[in-house]
Nanobody, 121 residues
Framework: QVQLVESGGGLVQAGGSLRLSCAAS????????MGWFRQAIGKEREFVASVSWRSGSTSYADSVKGRAIISRDNAKNTMYLQMNSLKPEDTAVYYC??????????????WGQGTQVTVSS
């Protein structure tokens, strides 16, 4: 059973930074590729970034490229998302997921409960 628990969300001013964490557990979790998705009110869930436990290779959505850094700590089974130069349009619930590594949410079978990020202008 894979369990994912996000933390680190909150309220931040535009231009500020936040680091989100995702603590992962479960015997098979490292066989997946980890991803961050976000969902704003009234919008579909969208891909933010992904990282492989094994290789560390990463992928980013164009909307966050250059402002986000995804990383993982294999010893702690924890994934991170550092978000810089935050914009009001980054406001969303951010979800941690374990799955295929693609940008398609339905290819991720395991999800955390989400953490709210609110960026004020």
């Amino acid at each position: 059973q894979v369990q994912l628990v996000e933390s680190g969300g909150g309220l931040v001013q535009a231009g500020g930074s936040l680091r989100l964490s995702c603590a992962a557990s479960g015997r098979t979790v490292t066989s997946y590729i980890m991803g961050w998705f976000r969902q704003a009110i009234g919008k579909e869930r969208e891909f933010v970034a992904s990282v492989s436990w094994r290789s560390g290779s990463t992928s980013y959505a164009d909307s966050v490229k250059g402002r986000a850094i995804i990383s993982r700590d294999n010893a702690k089974n924890t994934m991170y998302l550092q978000m810089n130069s935050l914009k009001p349009e980054d406001t969303a619930v951010y979800y941690c997921a374990a799955g295929s590594g693609s940008s398609v949410a339905k290819t991720y079978p395991h999800w955390g409960q989400g953490t709210q990020v609110t960026v004020s202008s």
